[in-house]
């Protein structure tokens, strides 16, 4: 008994910082887990790219490469035909109107001749002109380069917009949450306003929020964790509650009450 009456009457700026502080490690959390997972396939592609696909050099709007041609790409073990995806390195001159003929019978591909890259997936199929590209050589050296010097600021980018979800996911939650307390209490006429449940909500957030810090940290994957992080929200929401309901009535006067603006 109590634990319900303390936390109603908590001042208003220690429950801002307890969401805030639950955005913060929510956010440090996922970015944990999403910045692993990034770096791992980055570091998987530009490792594997010397061995599934040629070096290739753009010089003056023009591909070339210095394997034999037509090159397939082979991601399905040696077997190029009837599959989902076809990928073919062709720089031969005048060999431009031999691409759709590589992706006639595939859903989805892509071919690069000496002057175009074409792609075709179920709803279309596009050619995107190399006129325009820089010169460059592409390998698993220059993408390792490109990845290092780019990703960093991909990274910052994430931040921020994780960030600025979880401002808006975490008071909402807590929002619509605070309806079990708030409706408890009016079922069992109890005293406490929607602004003392909203206290509440808010105050049983760190519980769930930290086990899914700790799962991120440590990158154990927990199937349907989404659904546990509520379950246990829920429950310790539904556990005050419980103490809200039996405890003496009018334990908070309007001083004590918080207004959602």
């Known amino acids: 008994m109590g634990m319900a009456r303390s936390m109603c009457r908590m001042p208003v700026i220690l429950v801002i910082a307890v969401l805030v502080l639950c955005v913060g490690l929510s956010t440090w959390g996922l970015m944990s887990a999403a910045t692993k997972a990034v770096k791992f396939l980055v570091n998987e592609a530009v490792t594997k790219y010397d ?19 037509p090159y397939y790409v082979d991601l399905f073990g040696g077997k190029r035909k009837n599959k989902d995806l076809v990928l ?26 000496r ?61 619509l949450l605070a309806m079990i307390p708030y409706f408890a209490a009016r079922s069992y006429a109890a005293d406490a306003t929607y602004g003392q449940s909203l206290k509440i909500a808010i105050l049983a957030m760190p519980v769930p929020v930290i086990f899914d810090l700790v799962t991120d940290l440590l990158h ?22 419980r ?18 603006s």
Do not use: C
Not at 89 to 113: I, Q
């Open 51 to 69: 061995v599934l696909f040629p070096e290739i050099t753009v010089k003056d709007g023009q591909a070339s490469i210095r394997e034999k041609q």
């Open 88 to 113: 073919v390195v062709d720089t031969r001159e005048d060999k431009e109107k031999d691409a759709m003929d590589y992706l006639k019978d595939t859903p989805s591909g892509a071919v690069l001749t």
């Open 115 to 175: 002057k175009t890259l074409v792609f075709k997936n179920q709803n279309q199929m596009r050619v995107v002109p190399l006129k325009d590209m820089p010169d460059m050589v592409v390998n698993s050296r220059t993408i390792r380069e490109v990845t290092a010097k780019y990703v960093p600021t991909l990274i910052q980018w994430a931040v921020v917009t994780i960030l600025f979800y979880f401002f808006l996911a975490k008071p909402a939650q807590a929002l």
């Open 220 to 241: 154990v994957h927990i199937p349907a964790s989404f659904v546990l992080y509520f379950v246990l929200y829920i429950g310790g929401i539904v556990l005050i509650t």
């Open 243 to 260: 103490d809200l309901v039996t405890a003496p009535p009018s334990f908070a006067g309007p001083a004590e009450q918080i207004r959602p």
